[in-house]
Nanobody
């Protein structure tokens, strides 16, 4: 059983940084593919990044490459998203999500494959 809770959101000036956390109250976080998604007001939810496997393989949306870093601490059952050089267009509600691998080659960037979600944390980037 997995229960995901995001934290670390807030208000930051453009060019600043934030680190989001996603805590798992369960005990099997390391067995899941973990992802970050976000949703801006009036827009559809979009993929940000994910991490998987024993080697912590990562995959990023092009719009955040070089600025965001996804990582996890399996011993603490915690997922992180370090966000640097934030832009106003990064504003939105950020969600962590979890899923099992499909067994096929996949980037795991589609939200429809993730059955477990946190409640979200608000990130606001001012100009």
């Amino acid at each position: 059983q997995v229960s995901l809770v995001e934290s670390g959101g807030g208000l930051v000036q453009a060019g600043g940084s934030l680190r989001l956390s996603c805590a798992d109250s369960g005990h099997t976080l390391s067995k899941y593919i973990m992802g970050w998604f976000r949703q801006a007001p009036g827009k559809e939810r979009e993929f940000v990044a994910n991490i998987r496997g024993s080697a912590d393989l990562t995959y990023y949306a092009d719009i955040v490459k070089g600025r965001f870093t996804i990582s996890r601490d399996n011993a603490k059952n915690t997922l992180y998203l370090q966000m640097n050089n934030l832009k106003p267009e990064d504003t939105g509600v950020y969600y962590c999500a979890a899923r099992f691998p499909s067994g096929f080659a996949d980037t795991y960037s589609r939200e429809t494959g993730y059955p477990l979600w946190g409640q979200g944390t608000q990130v606001t980037v001012s100009s």
